[in-house]
């Protein structure tokens, strides 16, 4: 049984990654998706709101909220997988959590990118990096994400990919390391 936990600032590469471990048939546990459902449950449209609605899942239940919510899906996925992914670590606070429920047996994997290349990255899968029409500019998600604890997470990563080469080259990598060709 193996965890696999990415963490990274927006645009850096986890949902790529997330998307080998798919290609790979790893289950993957997207922590989004638990304050995508909280939005809906709030009657709040995910899109516009989702960073505040993960800042309010944190005040209400503590740091750790959304691990916590995360912990019963990827315990479900290991029931029938060896490996899981779990995508969209935030916080040190998290990293923690799942060090407690799996021991030795998660680890996490930080996926590292220049502020200009996430930008352009995001600029091209049409998201809003640049804060037009009064979105989050990307500084400003960095921001949030860092008030979460996202630099203390990253510093606890047992391997760090700097995602700055060809998609390719990212891919292999990224296949190394869920295979086990990357201790």
Do not use: W, Y
Request: aromatic share 4%; net charge negative.
């Amino acid at each position: 049984m193996s965890v696999l936990g990415f963490v990274g600032l927006p645009g850096s590469g986890k949902s790529e990654a997330a998307a080998v471990a798919e290609d790979h048939e790893i289950p993957v546990v997207t922590m989004g998706d638990v304050i995508r459902t909280e939005c809906r449950e709030r009657g709040i449209d995910p899109s516009t709101a989702h960073g505040q609605v993960a800042q309010a899942l944190r005040e209400e239940n503590g740091p750790g909220a959304i691990a916590e919510r995360s912990l019963p899906m990827i315990e479900a996925e290991l029931e029938a997988n060896d490996t899981v992914v779990v995508d969209g670590i935030r916080s040190d606070v998290e990293v923690e959590q799942f060090e407690d429920r799996f021991g030795e047996q998660f680890r996490l994997v930080c996926i590292d990118a220049p502020f200009e290349t996430r930008k352009e990255r995001l600029d091209l899968r049409g998201r809003d990096a640049g804060g037009d029409e009064g979105g989050e500019t990307l500084a400003d998600r960095d921001a949030r994400e860092r008030e979460f604890g996202m630099d203390a997470a990253m510093d606890m990563a047992d391997v760090t990919v700097e995602n700055t080469g060809t998609l390719a080259e990212f891919r292999e990598r990224i296949t190394a390391i869920l295979t086990g060709g990357d201790q």
